[in-house]
Structure formats: structure tokens, C-alpha cells
């Protein structure tokens, strides 16, 4: 490629009077430098022919390649990434339906557990608040034994005390005793 220019070079030093065409006004117009002009013209054009296709095409040609395999490159792995993202996005969707399946039979056995302690615990309840009505039953009916005991036993202290007082000699506690229990049966059978 240098000696096509250095030869190029020669041939305009050693006509250059006739390449510049100074002596007979515009070349271009003469036909007697028509034929160098052709020839100018041809050889110009066949070392430009020759460089664009020896040259300039062959890089042209690997850049297109190169980027259009590059391109196509591009597009494979764009496509094998696409399809892992989808893959990995079904795998995901596939661990969160899986997740609350899981998490809503957590909560479902938990439910059911809690539902049956509370159930227990409500029976026990139950069974703790009925035992204490029987005993507090129970407490009553001997309070009131014991109290209607008490409150005759009062209730004949204060008869023979109250009668003592009355006629000034002392009464027989066995009678008082009798007639306050008679009078306590006849009310108390009003109450129970």
C-alpha cells in the first residue's frame, strides 16, 4: 500500500506541470489532455476501488458480523434469562402458596387446640364454680341447723331469763326448752 502512494507521489513531481494543466488555461475543456485525464480518473478510482474492498469492507464486514453475533448473543442470553426469571418466579409463587398453605394449617391446628383448651378450661371452670354452689349449699344448710340450734338455745335463755325476771323464781329449763322448740318448728316450717 505505501509504494502504490510513493509511486503516486512520482508520477505527479515529474508531471506536474502537465497534471496542473498551467499553460493552456482549463484542462478539463482541452480534448488534447482528455486522455490523461481518463486515465487519471481510472487509475484514481481503481486504487480507491481496491482500498474500500481490500481495506474498509473487511472491517465493515467483521463489525457488522461481530455485532450482529453479539446481537444474537445478546438475545440467547436475554432469552435464558428471561425463561430462569420465570422459572424462579413460578418457584417462588410455588414457596409462597406453599408457605400459606402451611401457615393456615398452623393456624387451623392452633385454633383447634386453643378451642379445646378453652373448652377444658371453660368445663373446669364450670365443674370448680359447681362444686363451690354445693358447697356453699352445703354451709348454708348447716348455718341454718346450726343457727336455728343457736337461736333456740338463745331463744330459751331468754325465755327463762325474761320469765325469772317476771314471777322471781327460777322456771323449769326443760319446759322452756319444749315450748320454744314447738313455736320454732311451727315458723320455721314457713321458710323451709
Not at 34 to 47: D, V, Y
Not at 55 to 61: G, K, T, V
Not at 81 to 92: D, I, Q, R, T
Not at 95 to 118: F, G, P, Q, R, Y
Amino acid at each position: 500500500m505505501k509504494h502504490i502512494f510513493c509511486a503516486f507521489g512520482v508520477i505527479i513531481f515529474f508531471n506536474i506541470d502537465q497534471a496542473i494543466g498551467s499553460e493552456a488555461g482549463m484542462p478539463q475543456l482541452n480534448p488534447e489532455f482528455w486522455i490523461s485525464q481518463i486515465f487519471w480518473l481510472i487509475l484514481t478510482f481503481a486504487i480507491l476501488y481496491l482500498i474500500v474492498w481490500k481495506i474498509f469492507l473487511p472491517r465493515i464486514a467483521y463489525s457488522i458480523e461481530s455485532r450482529k453475533s453479539k446481537i444474537i448473543n445478546d438475545l440467547n442470553e436475554t432469552q435464558k434469562l428471561k425463561e430462569n426469571a420465570e422459572k424462579k418466579l413460578n418457584e417462588y409463587n410455588e414457596i409462597i402458596k406453599n408457605s400459606k398453605k402451611e401457615a393456615k394449617k398452623i393456624i387451623d391446628d392452633n385454633k383447634k387446640k386453643l378451642d379445646a383448651d378453652l373448652e377444658e378450661k371453660k368445663k373446669k371452670f364450670d365443674d370448680d364454680i359447681e362444686k363451690e354452689l354445693l358447697d356453699t349449699e352445703k354451709e348454708i344448710k348447716y348455718l341454718k341447723k346450726t343457727s336455728i340450734a343457736n337461736i333456740n338455745k338463745i331463744a330459751e335463755d331468754i325465755s327463762a331469763e325474761i320469765i325469772k325476771q317476771l314471777i322471781d323464781s327460777e322456771v323449769n329449763r326443760s319446759n322452756v326448752s319444749a315450748i320454744v322448740n314447738d313455736t320454732t318448728k311451727r315458723k320455721m316450717e314457713k321458710y323451709l
